[in-house]
Every structure is written in structure tokens, then in C-alpha cells.
């Protein structure tokens, strides 16, 4: 599950992606959360987007007012969901960021880390949206990953974006066969377990 993140002056790492960015400025958000309106890239017929969609997809269905949005969805069964399979098929959306948190249980205590490409590169994330919501899509985690959580988002190299938003199908075959990056990692302070603690210190090695 990938739960915060961070990203920053996404219009300047997406120029060369996208057409135009509609009310997205270049901000630096330190620890990117749920319900939180932030940048991704669609997919219109004159070109891609960027924009700023809310974190966390309500479904038509869902009734109950205390209904908990929808921030992740899995890769391995997002065709049979019903929220998803038909979202995923016409509504797909990139969503940037500089590195995601995870989690990892040491001694009954959840420790925060920071993960990133090793390369430094921006990360494209494989999403989907609904209306002016979206959700990110994540896979099992694999090599060095998999010592702090068993699941990762969904990443991808800039050269598969426009692939992937233009895949009329599931986009489980691009899911299982894209050529995945490299990452890093290292522990981060526990300041950013709370939403209000968005500053550079969330970044700094512990």
C-alpha cells in the first residue's frame, strides 16, 4: 500500500510530457496524502494534461457517508474489481512524485522510509481516475523492496507514459512485462506520520 508521498514543481518535470498544466503550479509537497488535490497527467485527444485530481476515489455505489475513498488499487485484480474494471480500461492517469513513504514493522514499531529511483528521476505512477478523483495501482515489490513492505506502486519510465494512457485494454500485459527501475532507500523521522508535517525535514536521512 502507498500512502504518502512527495512531489515537487511537478509542471517543470512534466513540460516535455504534457500540452498544458490546468491550475497546477510548481509547489513543493513534502508529504502528499489522501484527500489531498494533486497533480497527474490525462490523456485528452489534443494532447496530455497535467492537473489536480483529489487522492482517493468514492465509488457511485458506495452509500455510506463514511465511506473510506479508494487509494490504491491492485494491479493483479483491478479488472475483476467492481470499482475498477471499467475504470481502468477508460480512465487511466499518471501521477507524479519525487518518492514515495513506506512502512516497516521493526519490532512491532512501524519505522517510515523514504524510496526513490536510483536514478533520481522523476516517478510516473500508474493510476486511474473517476471524475475529479484517482487512485494509484500497486504490484507485489520485489528486490531490495521487499525488506520494508510486500507491496510498491505501480512505476513507470517516462517512454511508457503515453502506452500506458493510451491502452484501450486492462494494461495487465504492460503491468507484468514493462522494464522496471532501480531504487533506494532510507529511514525517515516519524514526523511525517502526521499530514500537517509538510516541510524538507521529512526528507532528511535518520
Known sequence: MCGRYV???AVSKTQKIVKKAIKVKNIANY????????PVIKKYLNGNTLESLRWGIVPKWAKKKNFRPLINARSETINE????KAIIKSSKCIVVADGYYEWKLI??????YFIFRKDKKP??????????EFCLITENADGCLLDIHHRKPVIMNESDINYYLNNKNDASDFFINRNKPDFDFYKVSRDINKPTNNNPNNLVRI
Not at 31 to 38: G, K, M, S, T, V
Not at 107 to 112: A, C, F, L, S, T
Not at 123 to 132: K, T
Open 31 to 38: 508529504n502528499a496524502h489522501p484527500l489531498q488535490e494533486l
Open 81 to 84: 474489481k467492481i470499482s475498477f
Open 7 to 9: 512531489v515537487t514543481n
Open 123 to 132: 516517478l510516473f505512477i500508474a493510476g486511474i481516475f473517476a471524475n475529479n
Open 107 to 112: 519490532e512491532k514499531k512501524k519505522v517510515p
